[in-house]
């Protein structure tokens, strides 16, 4: 068990459709961070959020954009779709904005056709 | 731009063997080095982490790392892998003043052959 929920994990999507992933991040956790890993490669940093804003940002364009609640789950969301943005997409909880390990959960894997 | 890099893409060792996967960052102020684990069809497991102080850190699973500043790397070991270590290791860096945002490399596909 991660302790960080993610939904849904797989997805087919149309090129120039939207998508929402939504993240409950791991009890006691209150900051959310999502990566996107593309295939082969390593995770890179889309964003962070905690208490409700957005804290720190990647180089992604603005089609991705985020959104935290009260409860502190995230979701992500990509608009336009590209082929490029199939990936599996990570979303990672901490505490605070303390750099003292992230937990992960599985991901959703997203792709666009 | 930061980067993290990780020399080999995929490591094929027998069981009892030793292993080192390297590491190396680009950036030259102060940073937090982790290593994370990637078993087959599961989450991003953290195995060790460095923050500052003993520049040997041990993890979980016998897994252990070394911090060598003057080099910019953050090597990882095990005096002896089991076929269970079979995984994808990734390195990743977080730098001051990046609000904890990590910087991972592309991954080390690790395969331990019985």
Redesign the interface.
């Known amino acids: 068990d ?1 302790g ?1 929920t993610q939904s849904p994990t797989h997805l087919i999507k149309t090129r120039g459709q939207q998508v929402t992933l939504r993240c409950s991040p791991k009890s006691g956790h209150d900051t959310v ?1 999502w ?1 996107q890993q593309a295939l ?6 889309i964003f ?1 959020y905690y208490e409700e804003e957005e ?2 940002r ?1 180089n992604f364009p603005d089609r991705f954009s985020g959104h935290q609640f009260p409860n502190y789950s995230s979701e992500l969301n990509v608009n336009a779709l590209l082929l490029g943005d199939s990936a599996l997409y ?1 979303c ?1 909880s ?1 505490r605070g ?11 959703t894997r997203l792709t666009v056709v | 731009a930061q980067s ?1 890099s ?1 020399h080999n893409h995929h490591v094929i060792l027998s069981e009892a063997a030793s292993l080192e996967l390297g590491c190396n960052y680009s950036y030259g102020g102060t940073v ?1 080095l ?1 290593w ?1 684990v990637q078993y087959p069809g ?5 195995l060790l ?1 460095y ?1 500052s102080g003993d520049p040997l850190v041990k993890g979980i699973k016998g897994f252990e790392a070394e911090f060598i500043k003057s080099k910019f790397s953050f090597n990882l070991r095990k005096p002896s892998v089991q076929w269970s270590d079979t995984a994808e290791y ?1 390195c ?1 860096v ?1 730098y001051s003043g ?10 080390t596909q690790l395969t331990v052959l019985p």
């Open positions: 991660a960080v961070s990566y082969g490669q390593g995770p890179q940093f962070q804290r720190q990647g990570l990672a901490s904005l303390r750099d003292d390990g992230y937990t992960f959960g599985s991901g | 993290v990780q937090n982790f994370y599961q989450h991003l497991q953290l982490k923050f990734f990743a977080s990046s609000a904890r945002q990590l910087t991972f490399g592309s991954g």
